[in-house]
């Protein structure tokens, strides 16, 4: 069973930055799909970033230009590079996993990401 352990939410003020990490319990290959999605309190969970090796990144159009999700298989590793953030991007940001070779998928248990003042 692959597991994903995100980290690195936290309370920001807006205009701030942070980093979310994904640790992967197993290899990440190369056609995994590794992503970013978030849920607000009363809102349905949705895609922030996703990646895929070889291919461009893809963003929702709320966060271009602001997030940036990269990755690091050899650290088993993805990141949510968070800036200028605002108060609309607080909510649980959840790392995914499809792994196409398997036809399977994963979720982690989340970090919360609150931006006030």
């Not at 461009?56 to 968070?82: C, E, H, P, W």
């Not at 649980?92 to 070779?101: G, L, P, S, T, V």
Request: hydrophobic share 30%.
């Amino acid at each position: 069973q692959v597991q994903l352990v995100e980290s690195g939410g936290g309370l920001v003020q807006p205009g701030g930055s942070l980093r979310l990490s994904c640790v992967v319990s197993s290899s990440i290959f190369r056609n995994d799909i590794m992503a970013w999605y978030r849920q607000a309190p009363g809102n349905q969970r949705e895609l922030v970033a996703s990646h895929k090796m070889g291919e461009a990144a893809q963003y929702t159009d709320s966060v271009k230009g602001r997030f940036t999700i990269s990755r690091d298989n050899a650290k088993k590793t993805v990141y949510l590079q968070m800036n200028s953030l605002k108060p609309e991007d607080t909510a649980d940001y959840y790392c995914h996993m499809k792994r196409i070779a398997w036809g399977t998928e994963y979720w982690g248990q989340g970090t919360r990401v609150t931006v006030s003042s």
